[in-house]
């Protein structure tokens, strides 16, 4: 008998400390930027095997849960590493499957962010800057262009699953593979407006991360085994 | 001679562009409503979200996202290949109101106060790129009225860009609805004070 409360502890504990996070528990990002991919990318310019594409951004909006103060902080995306398999022509669609690439989100009390022109350039360190927030490493990414047709043509969005390796929010990942999903438009010439020269594509995304959750006191073997005493 | 050479430099002066302007766009975050065929059109409600460093094209005040909302009214789909669906005919409003929060679970809230701009969805195109729940939109809007139009010069009205990213991932999704709307609308270029002179001040740089 004892050994079946036991069993039977031993088994709740599992189910409690394995609960799947729900929708609710996903910690989200909103923001907005440009990338460039080295040879350059869209308005009729291809993406060569091996080229190197980056994305840089400023969060608008963030969960609660990252700690950060609106107006007294600013929070900037950089996205970088990311190395292009050169793509495969898809009807009107331009499919390209990325490989590496990391993600690194800062805050910083310094609201200096300057997408410069031409890049790589000296004013993407103000993308770097700060208290680093989230780092994670890529285990998928993808980009499709909208390349011809009568509309539309410019029109993309990528998509990508993160490995969290570092910062503040990793650690609400507590160490899941794949903890993060990063999603968002791409629009490049003609279409991207307020393009600085240098870069190639427009980006408003978001960043979702999984946050482990607090199970309470539930989840605490004496609470469990408060769940047997009466 | 003279007073035709000030006069050219006069103009020239009121109507420069002025210095490498930041980046201006107004973000926002909501929800749509996605017509279900033909002639059907697309309601979507969102939120304000440039809470962060990006400027907007009109000055905001308070807390961004509380205060102002974007709403989309009656974007008609017009055709659908089941790939790219092409709208066109909707409006667009900009709404500035400090005494209603703003509720997804009612998209009446969305719609109450000041109309500070309203403008028409010239045309709009979503595609869905088939993998991966890729999706995205981009379209055009002309800015006719709203409290707050004539702060835009006329020439700054037309053709802002309507940029979308679109999700219908549950993480993202609010309970009756169907896509969420993360994106922005943005001029050409960004909007700049005009820059009031006296003759005499002009002189003086001569």
């Given at each position: 008998?004892?050994?079946?409360?036991?069993?039977?502890?031993?088994?709740?504990?599992?189910?409690?400390?394995?609960v799947?996070?729900?929708a609710?528990n996903?910690i989200?990002?909103d923001?907005?930027?440009?990338?460039?991919?080295t040879?350059?990318?869209?308005?009729?310019?291809p993406?060569?095997?091996?080229d190197?594409?980056?994305l840089?951004?400023?969060?608008?909006?963030?969960?609660?849960l990252?700690?950060?103060?609106?107006?007294?902080?600013?929070?900037t995306?950089?996205?970088y590493?990311?190395?292009?398999?050169?793509?495969?022509?898809?009807g009107?669609?331009?499919?390209?499957?990325?490989?590496?690439?990391?993600?690194a989100?800062?805050?910083d009390?310094v609201l200096?962010h300057?997408w410069?022109t031409?890049?790589p350039?000296?004013?993407?360190s103000?993308?770097?800057?700060?208290?680093?927030?989230?780092?994670?490493?890529?285990?998928?990414?993808n980009?499709?262009?909208?390349i011809?047709?009568?509309?539309?043509?410019?029109?993309?969005?990528?998509?990508?699953?993160?490995?969290?390796v570092?910062?503040?929010?990793?650690?609400?990942?507590d160490?899941a593979?794949?903890?993060?999903?990063?999603?968002?438009g791409a629009?490049?010439k003609?279409?991207?407006?307020?393009?600085?020269?240098?870069?190639?594509i427009?980006?408003?995304?978001?960043?979702?991360v999984?946050?482990?959750?607090?199970?309470?006191?539930?989840?605490?073997?004496?609470a469990?085994?408060?769940?047997?005493?009466? | 001679?003279?007073?035709?050479?000030?006069?050219?430099?006069?103009?020239f002066?009121?109507?420069?562009?002025?210095?490498?302007?930041?980046?201006?766009?107004?973000d926002?975050?909501?929800?749509?409503?996605?017509?279900?065929?033909?002639?059907g059109?697309?309601?979507?409600?969102?939120t304000i979200?440039n809470d962060?460093s990006?400027?907007?094209p009109l000055?905001l005040?308070g807390?961004?996202?509380d205060r102002y909302t974007?709403?989309?009214?009656?974007l008609?789909l017009?055709?659908?290949?089941?790939?790219?669906?092409?709208?066109?005919g909707?409006?667009?409003?900009?709404?500035?109101d400090?005494?209603?929060?703003a509720d997804?679970?009612?998209?009446s809230t969305?719609?109450d106060?000041?109309?500070?701009?309203?403008?028409t969805?010239?045309?709009?195109?979503?595609?869905?790129?088939?993998?991966?729940?890729?999706?995205?939109?981009?379209?055009?809007v002309?800015?006719?009225?709203?409290?707050?139009?004539?702060?835009?010069?006329?020439?700054?009205?037309l053709?802002w860009a309507?940029?979308?990213?679109?999700?219908?991932?549950?993480?993202?999704?609010?309970d009756?609805?169907?896509?969420n709307w993360?994106?922005k609308v943005?001029?050409?270029?960004?909007?700049v004070?005009?820059?009031?002179t006296?003759?005499?001040q002009l002189?003086?740089t001569?």
């Open positions: 008998m004892r050994l079946q409360t036991l069993a039977s502890l031993a088994l709740a504990l599992v189910l409690v400390s394995t799947p996070a729900n609710e996903f989200l990002m923001y907005s930027g440009y990338a460039y991919e040879g350059g990318l869209g308005d009729g310019l993406s060569d095997i091996g190197v594409l980056v840089t951004g400023v969060a608008d909006t963030y969960d609660d990252f700690g950060v103060q609106p107006s007294s902080q600013e929070v995306v950089y996205i590493d990311l190395v292009s398999d050169g793509g495969v022509v898809d009107e669609f331009l499919r390209i499957a990325y490989s590496g690439g990391k993600i989100v800062y805050e009390a200096n300057d410069g031409n890049p350039n000296p004013e993407l103000t993308f770097t800057d700060g208290q680093l927030l989230f780092e994670g490493d890529f285990t998928r990414f980009l499709d262009l909208k011809a047709g009568s509309f539309g043509v410019g029109a993309g969005a990528y998509s990508g699953d993160i490995d969290g570092g910062g503040t929010a990793a650690q609400l990942c160490g593979e794949d903890c993060a999903y990063t999603f968002g629009f490049s003609p279409i991207a407006v307020q393009l600085p020269d240098g870069y190639d427009q980006i408003a995304g978001t960043l979702e999984d946050a482990a959750v607090p199970v309470g006191p539930a989840g605490s073997f004496s469990i085994k408060s769940l047997y005493q009466n | 001679m003279k007073n035709l050479f000030l006069t050219t430099v006069a103009l002066v009121l109507s420069a562009p002025g210095a490498a302007q930041a980046q201006q766009w107004f926002f975050n909501g929800q749509a409503l996605t017509p279900d065929a033909i002639g059109t697309l309601e979507m409600v969102s979200t962060g990006i400027e907007t000055p005040t807390s961004i996202s974007l709403v989309i009214n009656g008609q017009l055709s659908d290949d089941g790939t790219m669906q092409m709208y066109a909707g409006t667009i409003q900009i709404i500035e400090d005494t209603t929060p997804f679970g009612d998209m969305f719609s106060g000041t109309v500070i701009l309203e403008g969805i010239q045309q709009f195109a979503r595609i869905d790129f088939g993998v991966g729940g890729l999706v995205s939109g981009e379209g055009s002309d800015w006719t009225g709203g409290s707050r139009i004539n702060e835009i010069a006329p020439a700054d009205r053709a309507l940029v979308v990213s679109i999700s219908t991932r549950a993480s993202v999704l609010i009756g609805y169907d896509e993360n994106g943005e001029p050409g270029d960004p909007i004070s005009d820059g009031a006296t003759w005499g002189k003086k001569y």
